[in-house]
């Protein structure tokens, strides 16, 4: 029997002992990993080792693939109707909400995230998720086409059986939520691979998918690295349909890996490095305050951040100055600490990776403006940083940071703007700041994003889209759009009439 881990809390926000079972969850059973290996779980608040987790292989994922089939073809997908999916879904986020404090805390401590921002909305927007598509469970349904008076046709949308996804560190609850709310609702069975780096809340609601009476078999749980767990779902000719969110560069790998297996319907949610618009007309305060949400939430690390600041050339020098002022109100420091603003980053790897950029910078001319060093010696701290005097060229203008690092580009007109705004790889989001309506809408059509913020920035709502254009992806997370990445559209003709 794998091992428990129980952290024990006693902060301001929560005092009390969590269980989480640290194994792999195939079948509805907590195992061991077939290698009896493990994978060092590490507080990014210390840099020190707060548990071992079972380490998964490609094996396990056999394992759990064939536990899946046998769900999805015996009490899973047409076996289940729909509103007893909802059921199950809504038991779920219920368990969840009645755990909300531990879920909030183990986030904090395996991510670093605060547990405020936590609460306030990684997990009550992963519960609402679930509510949503709890409720979409039994409204799956095709279309009736007329053609002729001797002829019945209709669709039928089929879920593909195993899914396959594979979610990152960043919001490790909130993209589990997002994975396996329309998964579910549609019927299709889950092979779930965590990040190595933060499994711990997944892990739990694995327990917590047992607990709402979810069937053995319908929701497997696998911890393990990318090139054996990850490689193995993508490969695995027995998951017909892979959903990713994370890198450009490993989307690439994983499409080219459901090309080569058995051509896997395949979503990717990857990277950005969202452009946010600020005219002259903007409401100053208010645009500097989202500026700093957009470019500082979650320390930096999410996909959507507002990390290229276009501030037009009229309010340019009031708006650094505010903006200034404002990043220094920002406490980075203990994720339990009621006063702390920014955690750490989620590993040494990502602390390094930052600071190269940030270094990069510097060696490339930009000036540090504000921040650019690191906060004390024990964890992955790193100060609020904003860039001024850049080029195009620049890597921290070009590339994802995914950490607290901005950069300040001044600009003269729309036209200017949007070509510049445009000048990525990239086009997962996007913010126009103006009070004039036309204009933000003028704007906001230009830009070759697939979201776009008009006077606010970074905020996701469960039944509006999400997902990106050009290298940002492929397919969208929530609303009713997310439904469509898990069924297949099945046309049926019926012959009433015809005669040969």
């Known amino acids: 029997m794998p091992a428990v881990f129980s952290p024990q809390f006693n902060n301001d926000f929560f005092k009390g002992q969590v269980t989480i079972n640290t194994g792999l969850f195939i079948n509805g059973q907590w195992v061991g990993g077939s290698s009896g290996t493990f994978v060092d779980v590490v507080n990014p608040s210390t840099g020190k080792l707060l548990t071992k987790v079972s380490e998964g292989t490609t094996k396990d994922v056999d394992l759990a693939v064939a536990a899946a089939q046998k769900a999805f073809d015996t009490v899973w997908g047409s076996h289940c ?8 879904l809504n038991k779920l986020a219920n368990i969840m909400e009645s755990r909300l404090d ?32 709890a409720g ?3 409204k799956i349904h095709g279309q009736t086409i007329e053609t002729d008076r001797n002829k019945l046709a209709y669709t039928l949308h089929e879920p593909f059986g195993v899914v396959g996804q594979i979610i990152p560190w960043n919001f490790p609850l909130l993209m589990l939520s997002m994975k396996i709310g329309p998964a579910l609702a ?5 092979i779930m691979k965590p990040s190595e780096l933060t499994p711990l809340t997944a892990l739990m609601v694995a327990d917590m998918t047992r607990e709402a009476g979810f069937p053995p078999g319908v929701f497997n749980l696998i911890v393990g690295y990318g090139n054996t767990v990850g490689q193995a779902i993508t490969e ?12 450009t560069l490993v989307g690439r790998k994983i499409m080219e890996a459901a090309a080569k297996s058995n051509l896997k319907n395949v979503t990717l949610e990857l990277g950005g490095k969202s452009p946010n618009i600020i005219f002259n007309d903007a409401d100053l305060g208010q645009a500097v305050n989202w500026t700093a949400h ?17 501030v037009q050339s009229g309010i340019y020098d009031k708006f650094l100055a505010k903006f200034t002022e404002r990043i220094k109100t920002i406490k980075v420091g203990d994720p339990f600490a009621k006063d702390t603003n920014q955690g750490p980053q989620v590993s040494q790897i990502q602390f390094d990776r930052i600071m190269s950029y940030i270094e990069s910078g510097k060696q490339q001319g930009a000036k540090v403006h504000i ?10 701290f790193i100060e609020p940083t904003v ?28 036209e200017d703007v949007v070509r510049q705004a445009n000048d990525t790889l990239y086009g997962l989001a996007a913010a126009v700041f103006t009070q004039d309506i036309n204009r933000a809408l003028e704007t906001a059509h230009k830009l070759k994003a697939g979201t776009t913020w008009i006077n606010c920035v970074v905020t996701l709502n469960p039944n509006v889209p999400f997902g990106g254009f050009k290298q940002s992806g492929i397919g969208r997370e929530l609303g009713e759009y997310a439904l469509h990445n898990y069924t297949n559209v099945k046309a049926v003709h019926v012959n009433l009439g015809h005669k040969m």
């Not at 957009?294 to 276009?310: D, K, M, Y």
Request: charged share 20%; with cysteine.
């Open 81 to 88: 109707p729909g509103s007893q999916r909802g059921k199950l």
């Open 102 to 133: 531990e879920l909030c805390a183990v986030e904090a401590l395996n991510n670093g995230k605060t547990f405020q921002s936590a609460k306030y909305a990684d997990v009550s927007f992963s519960i609402s998720i679930i509510r949503y598509y």
């Open 136 to 138: 979409w469970s039994d």
């Open 186 to 190: 549609t019927g299709n069975t889950i």
């Open 236 to 247: 695995h000719r027995g998951i017909e349909k892979v959903a990713f969110t994370g890198s």
């Open 294 to 310: 957009g470019l500082f939430v979650n320390s930096g690390q999410i996909c959507c951040a507002g990390t290229r600041i276009f």
């Open 371 to 380: 921040g650019g060093g690191r906060i004390g010696n024990e964890g992955y």
């Open 387 to 414: 860039f001024t005097e850049t080029k195009s060229s620049m890597k921290i203008v070009q590339e994802e940071i995914f950490g607290p690092v901005g950069v300040l580009i001044k600009f003269e007109d729309e």
